[in-house]
């Protein structure tokens, strides 16, 4: 009786794991596993694996690509002058840009920690990161214009320069042919007929101000008399009057004189003296020998104005584009660099402070070793990010320094899609892309991998 009573409590025996149903739920989940997984890698195979496999061969056959021509297409890549400027711009970018980010986003990162409103400050520099490449480019197309009323950076360059060197007031005025000022070939201006201390007063005239360019100061011009014992006057005036009428060559009453020129007295190609016009353009120099002198309008009263440093020229269009870069990515340096920054150990930033260690000391010897990991992946990260760079270099560089600044991204399309329409060389150059781009992703991925075991 109590065998059976036994037999009958004692539990059903389990089905072991390595049995049929064992099987049948592995090989079950096996298969609902694959159900949920199939969107992904088909979306994966359409539009990763396709197009990379469907390059890799276009890339053999030529611009029609009806005939076979081999390596043909990679040998043309390192012939052709442009290809081998985009490689150089490319490496240019892969070295100055990451580098720069990664050091700029640990230096704020670790002044962020010393700052009051942390967050904002983050908020604020990572907000570039919210606009489209696209956006960016016109905005800083627009910020690089040439023209100081229109470029923002040359409007400050120009006023920085002009603070410190005075700019002409009259870079479109010119001498009326034949009434008494002959130009030279620096630009200047020297009266044909030489005047003596003592006697009639110069009239130069000058044509080519519009009268809304005159300085805010300008007064009619004066009519200077006889000049005094060792004395030379005249008057430098705009030759002409508004509304028309007047004579040449002659101060009439609505005319306006010139002010802030810079008139010399020359005898023997030698300055004797030097003086600038008064409001209403009349000059005097006094305590002159006896003689003649030629009166001279320098060429400074006449130079172009100071239009500040062309940003998009062949010369320094990369580094504006990777200044215009530098300013949407550094945030995201930042954020990145300070979340690892954050969970290092205080402890060992406390001893050291404790041992007499300073904050360069602190920084050096020991924040900066224990980011190494963290500083490694956001370089590797923007270094795969830089490479395929693209947007930045087609908007923001003009037409003319295209080819100056092209990078292999953009050079792909433009031999592919911008008027090459040679789709075996732009996969050619494709591929090479992407076998510069694998090295750092593997590198990143294994990183990864180390980091989680």
Same mark, same amino acid.
């Given at each position: 009786?109590?065998d059976?009573?036994?037999?009958e409590?004692?539990? +059903?025996?389990s089905?072991?794991?390595?049995?049929?149903?064992?099987?049948?739920?592995?090989?079950?989940?096996?298969?609902?596993?694959?159900?949920?997984?199939?969107?992904?890698?088909l979306?994966?195979?359409?539009?990763?694996?396709y197009?990379?496999?469907? *390059?890799?061969?276009?890339?053999?056959?030529?611009?029609?690509?009806?005939?076979?021509?081999g390596?043909?297409?990679?040998?043309?890549?390192?012939?052709?002058?442009?290809?081998?400027?985009?490689?150089?711009?490319?490496?240019?970018?892969?070295?100055?840009?990451?580098?720069?980010?990664?050091?700029?986003?640990?230096?704020?990162?670790?002044?962020?920690?010393?700052?009051?409103?942390?967050t904002?400050?983050?908020?604020?520099?990572?907000?570039?990161?919210?606009?489209?490449?696209?956006?960016?480019?016109?905005?800083?197309?627009?910020?690089?214009?040439d023209?100081?009323?229109?470029?923002?950076?040359n409007?400050?360059?120009?006023?920085?320069?002009?603070?410190?060197?005075?700019?002409? *007031?009259? +870079?479109?005025?010119?001498a009326?042919?034949?009434?008494?000022?002959?130009?030279?070939?620096?630009?200047?201006?020297?009266?044909?007929?030489?005047?003596s201390?003592?006697?009639?007063?110069?009239?130069?005239?000058?044509?080519?101000v519009?009268?809304?360019?005159?300085?805010?100061?300008?007064?009619?011009? %004066?009519?200077?008399g006889?000049?005094?014992?060792?004395?030379?006057?005249?008057?430098?005036?705009?030759?002409?009057t +508004?509304?028309?009428?007047g004579?040449?060559?002659v101060?009439?009453?609505?005319?306006s004189?010139?002010p802030?020129v810079?008139?010399?007295?020359?005898?023997?190609?030698?300055?004797?003296?030097?003086?600038?016009?008064?409001?209403?353009?009349?000059?005097?120099?006094?305590?002159?020998?006896?003689?003649?002198?030629?009166?001279?309008?320098?060429?400074?009263?006449?130079?172009?104005?100071?239009?500040g440093?062309?940003?998009?020229?062949?010369?320094?269009?990369?580094?504006?584009?990777?200044?215009?870069?530098?300013?949407?990515?550094?945030?995201?340096?930042?954020?990145?660099?300070? %979340?690892?920054?954050?969970?290092?150990?205080?402890?060992?930033?406390?001893?050291a $402070?404790?041992?007499?260690?300073?904050?360069?000391?602190i920084?050096? $010897?020991?924040?900066v070793?224990?980011?190494?990991?963290?500083?490694?992946?956001?370089?590797?990260?923007l270094?795969?990010?830089?490479?395929?760079?693209?947007?930045?270099?087609?908007?923001i560089a003009?037409?003319p320094?295209?080819?100056?600044?092209?990078?292999l991204?953009t050079?792909?399309?433009?031999?592919?899609?911008?008027?090459?329409?040679?789709?075996g060389?732009?996969?050619?150059?494709?591929?090479?892309?992407?076998?510069?781009?694998?090295p750092?992703?593997?590198?990143?991925?294994? $990183?990864?991998?180390?980091?989680?075991?």
């Amino acid at each position: 009786m109590t065998d059976t009573l036994v037999k009958e409590a004692s539990p +059903p025996a389990s089905v072991h794991p390595d049995g049929a149903g064992g099987r049948r739920l592995r090989r079950r989940g096996r298969v609902i596993a694959l159900l949920f997984v199939f969107p992904a890698l088909l979306l994966l195979g359409a539009l990763v694996v396709y197009p990379v496999l469907f *390059s890799v061969g276009r890339s053999f056959f030529d611009a029609s690509g009806n005939e076979f021509v081999g390596g043909e297409n990679y040998a043309e890549m390192f012939r052709d002058p442009v290809t081998l400027k985009a490689i150089r711009n490319t490496a240019i970018w892969v070295v100055v840009a990451p580098t720069l980010l990664t050091g700029l986003g640990l230096i704020l990162a670790v002044l962020v920690e010393k700052v009051r409103w942390a967050t904002a400050f983050k908020l604020l520099l990572f907000m570039p990161m919210a606009v489209s490449f696209l956006a960016a480019g016109i905005i800083f197309r627009l910020a690089y214009d040439d023209d100081p009323d229109k470029g923002v950076l040359n409007a400050a360059v120009v006023s920085v320069h002009d603070a410190f060197k005075g700019s002409s *007031s009259y +870079p479109t005025a010119r001498a009326r042919d034949g009434e008494g000022l002959t130009e030279e070939k620096d630009g200047s201006y020297v009266t044909g007929a030489e005047v003596s201390p003592g006697g009639t007063a110069a009239v130069l005239g000058l044509v080519g101000v519009a009268p809304k360019d005159l300085p805010g100061d300008a007064e009619p011009a %004066a009519v200077a008399g006889k000049a005094g014992s060792g004395e030379v006057r005249g008057v430098v005036y705009l030759d002409f009057t +508004p509304g028309g009428g007047g004579k040449p060559g002659v101060v009439d009453r609505e005319e306006s004189g010139l002010p802030g020129v810079t008139v010399e007295a020359v005898r023997d190609g030698e300055t004797a003296a030097r003086t600038t016009t008064a409001a209403d353009g009349s000059f005097r120099f006094t305590g002159l020998d006896g003689g003649p002198y030629a009166l001279k309008l320098p060429a400074s009263n006449f130079a172009a104005p100071y239009d500040g440093v062309s940003w998009l020229g062949p010369t320094l269009v990369t580094p504006a584009i990777i200044g215009a870069y530098l300013w949407i990515w550094t945030g995201f340096a930042m954020v990145l660099i300070g %979340a690892g920054l954050s969970t290092l150990p205080r402890d060992a930033l406390e001893a050291a $402070r404790m041992d007499g260690a300073n904050e360069w000391q602190i920084f050096r $010897r020991i924040t900066v070793p224990l980011l190494a990991p963290v500083l490694t992946v956001v370089f590797v990260t923007l270094v795969i990010n830089v490479m395929k760079v693209f947007d930045l270099v087609y908007i923001i560089a003009p037409g003319p320094v295209q080819e100056d600044a092209t990078v292999l991204a953009t050079q792909m399309w433009l031999v592919s899609f911008g008027g090459g329409n040679n789709q075996g060389l732009g996969s050619a150059l494709g591929v090479l892309l992407l076998l510069l781009v694998i090295p750092a992703m593997v590198f990143n991925v294994r $990183r990864f991998r180390r980091s989680q075991r």
